[in-house]
């Protein structure tokens, strides 16, 4: 029972459906007002499928890199890869790559394209501080992004934000050769477009990140049958955050939506600029589930 319904979740899939249309509509803006103000289409569409194919193809080894982690091999890391192995054959997915970073933060990601292309990755700290049913649980939310495909979406979705962020900070280069008397809306235009591209984009993938973590939390839980480990595992991890150096934690934020758990979450201006729910709405959400498990039992 639990593996016909791992990893199904409608609103999370209507969502995701929803975001791309939306981030698609914006993108067609934005390469209209790029053709007005007089850039190449042959340039633009160059661009744009490089940074594409570099998002799909390339974002679990920039990943892996950018938190100094590296893949394992079963004779490395025999009990968290048996571990992924059991959950994976419980759920019915692929067993993807295992990873392992090493670091003191305690965390865990999933990075990957597709079912049959992804990466799992626990961090050294994660597997000291956790117990092994704990860990359990987060690697089975890790694999609940995979199952449900969401890694792939945000993976996409940032591709949007990337494109303007790119053009913010060159956008020099695009405006070049445009004076005021041109025909075409000119350098102001471009820059002020793609600033609503990125604030547009950043919000519709918080709103997006935000709820994907309530799947996977419900997708670990239906796998394990064993949410109270889950939020053990996630007090443990925001308790463990606050023993390591801010300066850890921030240059770790570039992945922070791809976290269980988002470094510097604490410090964070309310939730509006949250890439995850509360913790205290996720432990809620999983003693709710706990108790229906029990009382189904």
Same mark, same amino acid.
Do not use: W
């Given at each position: 029972?639990?593996?016909?319904?791992?990893?199904?979740?409608?609103?999370?899939?209507?969502?995701?459906?929803?975001?791309?249309?939306l981030?698609?509509a914006?993108?067609?803006?934005f390469?209209?007002?790029?053709f007005?103000?007089?850039?190449?289409?042959?340039?633009?569409?160059?661009?744009?499928?490089?940074?594409?194919?570099?998002?799909?193809?390339?974002?679990?080894?920039?990943?892996?890199?950018?938190?100094g982690?590296?893949?394992?091999?079963?004779?490395e890391?025999p009990?968290?890869?048996?571990?992924?192995?059991?959950?994976?054959?419980?759920?019915?997915i692929?067993?993807?790559?295992?990873?392992?970073?090493?670091?003191?933060?305690?965390n865990?990601?999933?990075?990957?394209?597709?079912k049959?292309?992804?990466?799992?990755?626990?961090t050294?700290?994660?597997?000291?501080?956790?117990s092994?049913?704990?860990?359990?649980?987060?690697?089975?939310?890790?694999?609940?992004?995979?199952?449900?495909?969401?890694?792939?979406v &945000?993976?996409?979705?940032?591709?949007?934000?990337?494109?303007?962020?790119?053009?913010l900070?060159?956008?020099?280069?695009?405006?070049?050769?445009?004076?005021?008397?041109?025909?075409?809306?000119?350098?102001?235009?471009?820059? &002020?477009?793609?600033?609503?591209?990125y604030?547009?984009?950043?919000?519709?993938?918080?709103?997006?990140?935000r709820?994907?973590?309530?799947?996977?939390?419900?997708?670990?839980?239906?796998?394990?049958?064993?949410?109270?480990?889950?939020?053990?595992?996630? &007090?443990?991890i925001?308790?463990?955050?606050?023993?390591?150096p801010?300066?850890?934690?921030?240059?770790?934020?570039? &992945?922070?939506a791809?976290?269980?758990?988002?470094?510097?979450?604490?410090?964070?201006?309310?939730?509006?600029?949250?890439?995850?729910?509360p913790m205290?709405?996720?432990i809620?959400?999983?003693?709710?589930?706990?108790?229906?498990?029990?009382?189904?039992?």
């Amino acid at each position: 029972m639990r593996s016909t319904s791992f990893g199904k979740d409608t609103g999370l899939q209507a969502r995701m459906l929803l975001t791309m249309f939306l981030l698609g509509a914006v993108y067609v803006a934005f390469v209209g007002v790029l053709f007005a103000a007089g850039a190449s289409g042959v340039m633009i569409a160059l661009v744009a499928g490089g940074l594409v194919a570099m998002q799909l193809f390339a974002s679990e080894a920039i990943g892996l890199r950018a938190m100094g982690a590296r893949e394992v091999s079963p004779q490395e890391a025999p009990e968290l890869h048996a571990m992924v192995e059991r959950l994976c054959l419980q759920a019915d997915i692929p067993k993807p790559k295992v990873a392992v970073a090493y670091t003191d933060m305690p965390n865990a990601f999933a990075l990957g394209r597709s079912k049959k292309h992804a990466t799992v990755c626990a961090t050294t700290g994660i597997m000291e501080l956790l117990s092994p049913a704990e860990l359990e649980g987060v690697m089975a939310h890790e694999l609940a992004h995979i199952a449900n495909r969401d890694v792939m979406v &945000m993976t996409l979705a940032s591709f949007f934000a990337s494109v303007a962020a790119m053009i913010l900070q060159f956008g020099f280069m695009f405006g070049g050769g445009h004076h005021d008397d041109d025909d075409g809306p000119g350098f102001l235009a471009v820059i &002020m477009v793609s600033l609503a591209v990125y604030v547009i984009s950043f919000f519709l993938m918080q709103a997006l990140s935000r709820y994907r973590e309530f799947a996977a939390d419900r997708g670990a839980a239906v796998l394990t049958g064993r949410p109270s480990a889950l939020a053990s595992a996630l &007090m443990k991890i925001s308790g463990g955050m606050d023993r390591i150096p801010q300066q850890d934690l921030r240059a770790a934020n570039e &992945m922070a939506a791809f976290y269980i758990f988002p470094p510097g979450a604490k410090s964070a201006i309310g939730n509006l600029f949250s890439t995850h729910p509360p913790m205290e709405r996720r432990i809620d959400a999983l003693m709710r589930l706990e108790s229906q498990l029990q009382s189904a039992g």
